[in-house]
């Protein structure tokens, strides 16, 4: 409940404004409203899934042309013709997800471009659509008889629909299907080994952030009762990108905040510098793009994490976790039994043979160490297991099916769960929220069950029980500290929560010791017997030969991608080709 708090506050603050402001100043906090519906969705695709749109302000047109054809046309009421608004922009939208969303960084931006230029000659030059002119005289939004017809009335259906989608969203970004576009940004290869469909999740918000273009334009038909393709050129939809960034693209309230500045800061500047200047030329839009600039370089987040930060508000706010039942685990293997056969692995880099002919077999209930001088191809070797990257050759068998081609997503729903060596974690989300996204697939409220909220019996099981694994590493107390403010070796130590929030048969730990205190590594070392001691098959690779001697059962030595030798850690640290490895590394 606390969390709706700051939305009734802005509800209340509506009812406030629309009683005391003068119609003129409500015309202009409607228009921001509208624009503020459209760079939300950009929060959503930009700020917290790392994919910019510039092409935005296409369905908005969108939804203002459709509704405006269909209501002149056919004399629909505006409220019949929202549903078919809403079917088009959904189809559409999807359509071009599914298009555009392989194509990364400046590829996808320049597709947008690319389809907000054409749909703004397209809104121009179809002949049903009044061409440059445009179609007047919509029909005025009314509901159940009532018409919205005052500046009052149009300003609070606005802001009240806004609001809504500010909540419905708040709700998306705090859910398992939230966690999983709060980390296509900066984590897609980590999502895809916690068994997260990256592609459907850009798919989602691309269509999220369509829905809610087109709703604005909808609303925005039926308002001004009057569209021509001007306000929905390329130019508008760079604007709506720009709302988001300046206001913070990372929070919700950034739209609210860019959409508001970026409106008032050129209604002033058309009205103010024409008095300074004289009239003769457009200089607003110039010193519209220095007064952007310079606040990029003031506040590069723009400006709610500029505001939180200066008034010691950043961070995140530390919630209750209640208890619950643990989430029901996979049948294991019986101790003993073969879980991981890996033979002949092979996998070149340009003429470098990184793993050779690898063949090797993990035991239920066993710790396996693989080690080797830096360079030998151990990660190499975790990155084939795991599907992160393509074998060139060999076979790759977990309970005795081929997992090889699999891909990352599939093996990790399996049961082989890993840590990086180089650790990869989402540093502005909370320890307990990293650790969840290990249970991703544990899960399976999607995104309607996340926007409305029926999530929360399950969202409840999934974070007690990332609660409980951050327990176990002992990070107890640091629930919801940010990741990236851990120490590396309690990030290392997130990252096995997270591999065991997955619910592992296979746990492949990439160096999970390094950076680790002596006492803090003897925590380690009891969790990971502790966990073998379950039946959890565990492949390890380790530097601290201390370390790795006392822990493992079986010890598998690498060499220029080779293996040198295998057996029990006594007998290797006899083994000749062994000594000769290190004492050769050590020169
Ligand atoms: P280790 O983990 O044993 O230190 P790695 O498996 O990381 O070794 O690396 C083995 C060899 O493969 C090294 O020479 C490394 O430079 C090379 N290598 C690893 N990953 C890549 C990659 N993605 N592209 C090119 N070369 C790589
Ligand atoms: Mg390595």
């Known amino acids: 409940m606390r969390r709706l708090l700051p939305f009734a506050a802005l509800g209340l603050a509506c009812v406030a404004a629309a009683l005391l402001l003068l119609p003129y100043y409500l015309t202009i906090l409607t228009y921001i409203g509208l624009a503020a519906i459209v760079s939300l969705g950009l929060v959503l695709l930009t700020g917290q899934g790392g994919l910019s749109s510039f092409g935005q302000a296409a369905y908005v047109g969108l939804g203002a042309y459709l509704s405006a054809v269909i209501s002149t046309s056919l004399h629909w009421p505006p409220l019949a013709t929202l549903p078919v608004v809403l079917l088009v922009s959904i189809v559409s939208s999807y359509v071009g997800a599914v298009i555009t969303v392989g194509l990364s960084g400046h590829y996808l931006s320049l597709a947008t471009i690319a389809f907000g230029l054409s749909a703004y000659f397209l809104f121009g030059g179809l002949p049903f659509a009044g061409g440059q002119t445009g179609l007047s005289d919509l029909p005025r939004l009314s509901v159940a008889g009532f018409e919205f017809r005052t500046p009052q009335a149009s300003f609070i259906l606005v802001w009240c629909i806004l609001i809504v989608a500010m909540v419905v969203l708040s709700n998306l970004l705090d859910s398992r299907v939230g966690r999983a576009i709060r980390a296509l940004k900066d984590g897609a290869t980590m999502a895809e080994s916690m068994g997260i469909d990256t592609r459907g999740s850009k798919l989602q918000i691309f269509v999220v952030a369509c829905v809610l273009a087109s709703l604005s334009g909808w609303l925005y038909a039926h308002f001004q009762r009057f569209v021509n393709p001007s306000p929905f050129s390329l130019a508008q939809g760079i604007e709506y990108l720009f709302m988001a960034v300046v206001g913070g693209a990372a929070s919700l309230w950034g739209a609210l905040v860019g959409a508001g500045l970026v409106t008032f800061l050129k209604q002033w500047l058309q009205g103010f510098l024409p008095s300074l200047i004289g009239s003769g030329g457009n200089f607003e839009t110039a010193v519209f793009g220095i007064i952007i600039i310079v606040m990029f370089q003031l506040a590069p987040d723009g400006l709610i994490p500029a505001v939180r930060r200066l008034t010691g508000r950043a961070g995140i706010r530390p919630r209750a976790v209640a208890d619950a039942p643990p989430l029901s685990t996979r049948p294991r293997a019986p101790r003993g039994e073969v879980v991981l056969s890996v033979r002949q692995a092979r996998k070149s880099f340009g003429g470098l043979v990184a793993n050779r002919d690898v063949s090797l077999d993990l035991r239920a209930g066993e710790i396996l160490a693989l080690i080797g001088p830096n360079g030998a191809g151990k990660s190499t070797f975790f990155n084939l297991v795991s599907g992160t990257l393509d074998a060139d050759e060999g076979h790759f068998e977990f309970k005795g099916s081929s997992i090889r081609g699999l891909g990352s997503r599939a093996i990790s729903r399996l049961g082989l769960n890993r840590t990086f060596q180089h650790v990869r974690l989402l540093p502005d989300m909370s320890v ?156």
């Not at 999934?462 to 694994?469: F, G, N, P, S």
């Not at 629930?479 to 592992?504: M, S």
């Not at 990971?528 to 492949?539: Q, S, T, Y």
């Not at 010890?555 to 080779?562: N, R």
Request: glycine share 8%.
């Open 432 to 587: 307990l929220e990293n650790v969840a996204i290990g249970a991703h697939r544990r899960g399976k409220a999607g995104l309607f069950s996340a926007l409305l909220r029926l999530d929360r019996t399950e969202e409840a099981l999934l974070l007690a029980q990332a609660k409980h694994e951050v327990e176990r590493i002992g990070l107890g107390d640091q629930l919801w500290t940010e990741a990236g403010a851990l120490a590396l070796g309690q990030q290392r130590a997130l990252e096995i929560a997270r591999a065991l929030a997955a619910d592992p048969q296979v746990l492949l730990l990439d160096e999970p010791a390094a950076g680790l205190r002596h006492g803090e590594k003897q925590q380690l070392a009891a969790l990971l017997r502790k966990l073998r001691d379950e039946g959890i098959a565990i492949l390890l690779v380790e530097h601290d030969m201390d370390f790795v001697m006392r822990l493992a059962d079986r010890v598998v030595v690498m060499q220029f991608g080779t293996k040198i030798a295998e057996g029990q850690p006594e007998e290797v640290q006899k083994d000749p080709h062994v000594l000769e490895a290190y004492l050769g590394a050590a020169q």
